[in-house]
């Protein structure tokens, strides 16, 4: 029952993660209307000169966001353990995964600190920093399509009589790992649906972590909430 209560503990953490990540997305001005990549130095300079308090905000808020993305892989671990398989070499690939993003996440976020923390230095400088932080922001997506892969495949594996996961969230998985994959060449293109600002590079990609968030959230807590039925039955 402590394990359980744990894992509790942990998926109530992911509202607070989706609160964040909303509320970052709104304020941070670079976000609602993505920057262009084509975009001089000097205009770049002018965007983190006019726009420097609610970049420093919205990106000390957003390095949190990358810390809570650590729970959900865990509790997603701790499954993989549950399933039909003796090999633990799946739940330490998905642990190792879960380093990736969140330090990929604060590595960008520095980057636009740094451009708005002297927003008057030299606008070539800015916009060295500017493209940092997008590049860095928009292709960390290997991690995350490892994480995808990794429980999809963990899943189709597990045989029991009642799986710890029904297949279409195998399913869901790999679609979502499709959806991810585009992003990582965004450094191919300037322009289009794969560059930073595209169709493909960044809303595809961050439609398709708020949507796995979302239904890895709830299919997790239906999932916590029938082991803890099974368990007090058991006992």
Not at 137 to 163: E, K, S
Request: hydrophobic share 60%.
């Amino acid at each position: 029952m402590r394990r359980t209560d744990g894992e509790l503990v942990l998926l109530w953490t992911l509202p607070v993660v989706a609160i964040i990540w909303i509320a970052a997305f709104f304020l941070f001005p670079g976000f609602l209307h993505p920057m262009s990549p084509d975009l001089s130095a000097e205009q770049v300079a002018n965007f983190y000169r006019d726009e420097t308090a609610r970049i420093r905000y919205s990106m000390i808020l957003f390095n949190w966001f990358g810390v809570g993305l650590i729970p959900i892989v865990i509790l997603l671990a701790m499954q993989i353990r549950r399933m039909a398989f003796r090999t633990p070499i799946l739940t330490y690939s998905l642990i190792a995964c879960a380093g990736g993003p969140p330090t990929l996440f604060l590595i960008a976020n520095m980057f636009w600190l740094l451009g708005a923390f002297r927003p008057d230095r030299a606008p070539e400088l800015t916009q060295l920093l500017n493209d940092l932080a997008w590049l860095t922001f928009t292709t960390l997506v290997p991690y995350l399509i490892a994480q995808c892969l990794l429980l999809a495949l963990a899943i189709f594996w597990d045989r029991q009589d009642q799986p710890v996961f029904r297949p279409w969230v195998a399913v869901f998985n790999l679609l979502v790992a499709a959806a991810l994959a585009p992003a990582a060449f965004t450094a191919l293109a300037s322009t289009g649906p794969l560059a930073w600002d595209g169709l493909l590079s960044f809303w595809l990609k961050n439609v398709a972590v708020a949507v796995w968030i979302v239904v890895m959230g709830v299919v997790l807590g239906q999932t916590i909430r029938q082991q803890r039925v099974l368990n007090r039955v058991d006992a």
